[in-house]
C-alpha cells in the first residue's frame, strides 16, 4: 500500500487549506485513515482519525472543530480539511491507513504517506 498526500503550501493565519491523501496498491475500503503532523523539534502527534465506512471520526482536540477528516473510497483518497488555520498548525503533515480499525498512536500505522509541508502565516 502506497500513500501520496498532497495539498500542503503557504496560507495566511484564518484561512484554509484541504490536504488529500491518495492510496495506491489496495481498495482504501479496507483501511482505516489517520493524519499527523510534525513540527520543528517536535515529536510527531495525532491529528484525526476515520473509520472505514467513514462514519466514526476522532480529533486531537488541539484541531476539534476546525479540521475535518473524511474520505472517498471510490476514488481512494482521503482528505482533511483545514479551517481557521493558526500558526501552532504549522508542520509536516502526514497521512497514514491500517487495516480496519481506527487509532490515535503512531505505532497503530502501518503504512505511511510523505508529508506535505503546511505553513500558517501570521
Known amino acids: 500500500v502506497q500513500l501520496q498526500a498532497s495539498g500542503g503550501g503557504l496560507v495566511q493565519a484564518g484561512g484554509s487549506l484541504r490536504l488529500s491523501c491518495e492510496v495506491s496498491?489496495?481498495?482504501?475500503?479496507?483501511?482505516?485513515m489517520g493524519w499527523f503532523r510534525q513540527a520543528p523539534g517536535k515529536e510527531r502527534e495525532f491529528v484525526a482519525t476515520?473509520?472505514?465506512?467513514?462514519?466514526?471520526?476522532y480529533y486531537a482536540d488541539s484541531v476539534k472543530g476546525r479540521f475535518t477528516i473524511s474520505r472517498d473510497n471510490v476514488k481512494n483518497t482521503g482528505y482533511l480539511q483545514m479551517s481557521s488555520l493558526k500558526s501552532e498548525d504549522t508542520a509536516v503533515y502526514y497521512c497514514?491507513?491500517?487495516?480496519?480499525?481506527?487509532?490515535?498512536?503512531?505505532?497503530?500505522?502501518?503504512?505511511w504517506g510523505r508529508g506535505t509541508q503546511v505553513t500558517v502565516s501570521s
Open positions: 496498491g489496495d481498495t482504501l475500503s479496507g483501511y482505516a
Open positions: 497514514a491507513a491500517r487495516p480496519r480499525l481506527v487509532g490515535s498512536r503512531r505505532s497503530d500505522y502501518k503504512y
Open positions: 476515520i473509520n472505514l465506512s467513514g462514519d466514526l471520526t
